[in-house]
């Protein structure tokens, strides 16, 4: 049984591109959080997820940022328009019921903007 | 408001000791709480849970301590290992798994 698989797990950017960060959840997951981690810090909720909706938005930035999590294929968090701020690693859980604490985590894509 | 944090920022033990990590939050209406361990290029990884109608609850070589009094929670390892090495956070999971970590601890073991 695959664990939740996030790629690519690196990805380097110039300011001013777009970075699309991909996660496939646990098979039989519905629910997927997007978690952002600059080093040394912990992880910083920022958007949740199920089939075809966004649930809470509340952490992730107004602008360039966006998640969508479609019917068919993974997750995906887009960033429009990079900046150097943005360079951080960026984690997608995944759970089968919401609030059960149990969310499996991916290994991470780790975001560099020069 | 909420937040979520830990007293020590790095924790060095000799192999075979225990450790204790610790953690205070500010919300006393939280009432689920989670540790999680970090190894280094890895994503967090789930160790033990407690809900607030416990004041402990025992895993493999680890316990989770609740003191609702005053908002702190730690989290003991027995026989600390080489492997045990990693970064530890606490997490409020007061959100529907919208979780609310802590700035983590990292645990060096000494062979």
């Known amino acids: 049984n695959a664990g939740v698989m996030q790629n690519p797990r690196h990805l380097v950017r110039r300011r001013g591109q777009e970075a699309r960060l991909r996660c496939s959840p646990m098979?039989?997951?519905?629910?997927v959080y997007w978690y952002r981690q600059l080093p040394e810090e912990g992880l910083k909720f920022m958007v949740y997820?199920?089939?075809?909706?966004?649930?809470?938005e509340s952490g992730m930035p107004k602008e360039r940022f966006s998640a969508e999590f479609p019917k068919e294929g993974p997750s995906i968090l887009r960033i429009q328009q990079v900046v150097r701020g943005d360079s951080a690693a960026y984690f997608c859980?995944?759970?089968?019921?919401?609030?059960?604490?149990?969310?499996?985590f991916g290994e991470g894509s780790r975001l560099t903007v020069l | 408001g909420e937040s979520v944090g830990l007293h020590l920022p790095t924790l060095s033990v000799q192999e075979g000791d225990n450790s204790i990590i610790n953690c205070a939050y500010s919300?006393?209406?939280?009432?689920?709480f989670i540790w999680y361990k970090q190894e280094s290029g890895k994503g967090p990884q789930f160790i033990i849970d407690?809900?607030?109608?416990?004041d402990k609850r025992q895993g493999q070589r680890v316990t989770v301590l609740l003191n609702k009094t005053v908002k702190h929670l730690s989290l003991q390892i027995a026989a600390t290992q080489p492997g045990d090495s990693a970064v530890y956070f606490c997490?409020?999971?007061?959100?529907?798994?919208?979780?609310?970590f802590g700035g983590g601890t990292r645990l060096m073991v000494k062979p």
């Open positions: 859980a995944s759970s089968l019921k919401q609030n059960t604490g149990e969310l499996f």
């Open positions: 098979k039989g997951h519905s629910h």
């Open positions: 997820l199920q089939k075809e909706n966004i649930i809470d």
């Open positions: 919300n006393s209406a939280s009432d689920y």
């Open positions: 407690i809900r607030s109608n416990m």
């Open positions: 997490a409020d999971n007061n959100a529907g798994n919208m979780l609310t």
